[in-house]
């Protein structure tokens, strides 16, 4: 059996207790002026490939809505014996709390898809039978996946693999995927990793608190955007903290922001968006950090809910004037 496993990351620090805080990623894309447009990912439902979860963590037991494991051993068994899982789902949703850190989408919902081991290893099988499971899935509301993130990945291009994400599109699910760590500075240099690869994903590239290119990124001609990816606080289990850096981090970024725009533009559409659309509204909530496509893509993920005030403002005064 071929086996994937976790693009190499970094643990920079583990912390026992956190007092409340807002990571400068979230803060960095914008996300707290989506809240304070009752934006916040409210049951918006993200599809987490990864070690697992904590699910008992006071910062993550709201928002998991089920979960399910493809690693052998017991499928319902999605708890995270590792710690990349729970980092990664933390940035997407971690709750608002009086303790620790707060998600991009802090009322969005996770289903938690176990598809690598303690040892941070997976089987493609494993992972393709997930995609799969999180396009079938119904809450119990009728819910279903809007978005499906991947913080893993490695160098060779799986047919099946492509296949279910191609399928998962097709479903109208935003599928985002980290570009990989294997970079070396060089903005002209490619590497490549799958399934961040493939035309139809939303690939990620990372970037630091000064909004440079972080030096292990991967660059590549199929980069969507870029998002924090260096020193990301985030939930880990046992009730913990920790700092970690890589594209992994920068994913969840993403994955969260999307599920934002989604509740918020579905509201003013009036209707559902398809998986197009919504990825044509994600490239206009971005902003350029200088850096060549092959670098940033469509830039820095930047939720603008300025634009939209100013318009309302200036209707709002025409209005008046009648």
Avoid at 26 to 55: F, H, R
Avoid at 123 to 147: H, L, T
Avoid at 251 to 280: D, N, W
Wanted: charged content about 25%; some cysteine.
């Amino acid at each position: 059996m071929r086996n994937v496993r976790l693009i190499p990351f970094a643990l920079e620090e583990v912390m026992p207790e956190l007092d409340e805080m807002i990571p400068y990623g979230v803060q960095m894309m914008n996300a707290p002026a989506m809240w304070q447009e009752d934006a916040k990912g409210t049951d918006i439902v993200v599809a987490v490939l990864d070690t697992g979860c904590d699910g008992t963590h006071p910062n993550l037991k709201d928002r998991i809505i089920g979960g399910r494991s493809f690693i052998g051993g017991d499928p319902s068994d999605y708890s995270d014996a590792h710690y990349h899982g729970t980092h990664v789902a933390g940035t997407i949703a971690a709750s608002f709390s009086a303790k620790g850190v707060t998600g991009v989408a802090p009322e969005a919902k996770l289903l938690i898809l176990r598809v690598l081991d303690e040892q941070g290893s997976g089987s493609y099988e494993g992972i393709n039978e997930a995609i799969r499971y999180a396009i079938s899935w119904r809450g119990d509301k009728g819910e279903r996946v809007r978005v499906i993130s991947m913080s893993l990945g490695g160098p060779e291009d799986d047919p099946n693999m492509h296949e279910a994400i191609k399928t998962a599109v097709e479903e109208g699910i935003v599928v985002v995927c980290a570009a990989g760590n294997e970079g070396d500075s060089n903005e002209k240099s490619d590497e490549q990793s799958y399934p961040g690869y493939y035309k139809e994903v939303v690939q990620v590239g990372a970037i630091d608190e000064q909004k440079k290119l972080a030096s292990f990124s991967n660059t590549n001609d199929e980069i969507d955007v870029v998002a924090p990816g260096v020193n990301i606080i985030s939930t880990f289990p046992g009730g913990k903290y920790a700092k970690l850096s890589g594209t992994s981090m920068a994913t969840p970024h993403v994955s969260g922001a999307i599920a934002l725009l989604i509740q918020k533009e579905e509201k003013e559409f009036e209707r559902g968006l398809t998986e197009p659309e919504v990825y044509a509204q994600l490239c206009k909530n971005t902003t350029t950090i200088c850096l060549s496509k092959r670098g940033e893509g469509n830039g820095l993920v930047y939720l603008d809910s300025e634009s939209r005030k100013a318009c309302q403002r200036q209707t709002q005064s025409v209005t008046s004037m009648q």
